[in-house]
């Protein structure tokens, strides 16, 4: 079963679960090496209570777990959330900057322990299998891929806990379990089970780290984010560090309903798929930081930004963290982001991220200048001129079809389809 070539050590990126409890074994069975597990502390939380015990259980020979919280959130995180990055308009990205980072210090251990490959556990349908090994690609292309999903015959959670059971790796999953989750400081994912027909509605128990919005409080919560740099620095005037910040408005924005996500979107590999996801504190900084940049960003830095946000989220997505546009990118963004420095005042309410004050030093927003009351800075008899030129393109096709043919061209649109059936 196992591909040509010897494999004397692998690094696997472990996560405890159930896929890559089996995959140590089978490593050991199928390649007949020495296997290294290597798990990233992103904020899972409990989930990382006892993975040293069990990786070592089921025949690592080494285990490497680190906190890498604070770099998840300062090089990924923020530059994305900076970057305005939105994956087809909803989804905050959570799962797809996570597996770059994870990957990268893979790659390092890797070279630090002699080891000549490295495996995930990812299937052959997802996102993140290409995330993975387009990241292995870019930073060390000689470390042979091993991607258990793609060579063995296990094809459904019953088949692996059957494996698992006839060699006594020790798992929490059971096929009770009916969801498929993937939880970090920045978000909480849901997919399978009822989600996979989009016409069911998630349950209510299904939610871990947001309230319902009906049971939200019924008084609203008022909260100020200072920014400076674009960069998320004090809450109500308190100073927070990267991880306790994101963590404190996961707590607040959790208790009132924010940020929940329901998606069906585009994988990389060709399919849709649903997703749910529960970002509280993400959707609060996006928010804030987006109505920042409205009074900072001049029209045309702020319309080209929108488009680079697009790309950013695509290149994202798609695994392309490592790539020399996602760096030239994150120029174009620190650039914009030199006068994003001030106060956004925000209601929480059951479930709504509500934008009630801002303001900054830097503020291109002036009262004068937008009164219509004011005569000294702005003549309103110039917009004469403004608009003759403006509108003169529209002015001389018009007058070239009237000449042509007596009559416009332009026709207005067939409204019939929308007449009642």
């Not at 993975?51 to 070592?56: Q, Y």
């Not at 009132?256 to 996801?277: A, P, Q, T």
């Not at 798609?318 to 006068?339: H, I, M, S």
Request: overall charge negative; glycine content about 8%; proline content about 4%.
């Amino acid at each position: 079963m196992a591909s040509e070539g010897k494999v004397e050590k692998v690094v696997l990126a472990y996560s405890g679960g159930l896929d890559t409890s089996i995959i140590v074994p089978w490593l050991k069975e199928n390649y007949d090496c020495e296997v290294i597990t290597f798990t990233a502390n992103l904020g899972q939380g409990e989930e990382l209570e006892g993975l040293e015990e069990k990786a070592l259980a089921g025949g690592a020979s080494k285990v490497y777990i680190e906190d890498l919280r604070e770099e998840f959130i300062t090089e990924y995180i923020f530059p994305t959330m900076m970057a305005g990055a939105i994956y087809e308009r909803k989804y905050l990205l959570g799962t797809s900057f996570a597996r770059p980072l994870t990957a990268k210090r893979q790659v390092e251990i890797a070279e630090l322990e002699g080891a000549d490959a490295v495996a995930h556990g990812c299937t052959g349908k997802g996102n993140d299998q290409v995330r993975f090994e387009l990241t292995y690609k870019a930073l060390n292309p000689r470390l042979k891929v091993i991607a258990p999903w793609r060579e063995w015959d296990i094809r459904s959670r019953e088949d692996a806990l059957k494996y698992a059971a006839e060699h006594n790796v020790p798992v929490a999953a059971t096929e009770k379990s009916i969801y498929s989750r993937d939880r970090n400081l920045w978000h909480l994912s849901h997919e399978g089970g009822l989600l996979e027909n989009p016409w069911n509605e998630p349950e209510k128990e299904m939610y871990v780290l947001t309230v319902d919005p009906e049971d939200a409080p019924d008084e609203p919560q008022y909260i100020e984010i200072d920014f400076k740099e674009g960069v998320p620095k004090r809450i109500d005037g308190v100073a927070y560090g990267p991880v306790e910040l994101v963590t404190k408005l996961n707590e607040i924005g959790g208790r009132h309903g924010i940020g929940r996500c329901d998606l069906v979107e585009n994988r990389l590999v060709g399919m849709k798929s649903r997703g749910v996801y529960e970002t509280p504190g993400g959707t609060i900084l996006y928010t804030a930081h987006r109505e920042l940049e409205s009074i900072c960003l001049d029209r045309e830095t702020l319309h080209y930004k929108d488009l680079v946000a697009q790309r950013y989220a695509e290149l994202v997505y798609y695994g392309q963290w490592f790539t020399p546009l996602r760096e030239a990118l994150d120029a174009f963004v620190a650039k914009t982001q030199e006068t994003v420095t001030g106060t956004v005042r925000l209601k929480l309410y059951k479930g709504n991220c509500i934008v009630a004050s801002r303001k900054s030093p830097y503020s291109l927003y002036r009262e004068d200048y937008a009164s219509f009351g004011q005569m000294d800075v702005y003549d309103q008899q110039d917009a004469e001129g403004f608009i003759n030129l403006f509108g003169l393109p529209l002015k001389v096709k018009a007058l070239i079809d009237i000449e042509g043919i007596g009559v416009s061209r332009y026709r207005q649109p067939d409204y019939s389809k929308f007449k009642r059936d």
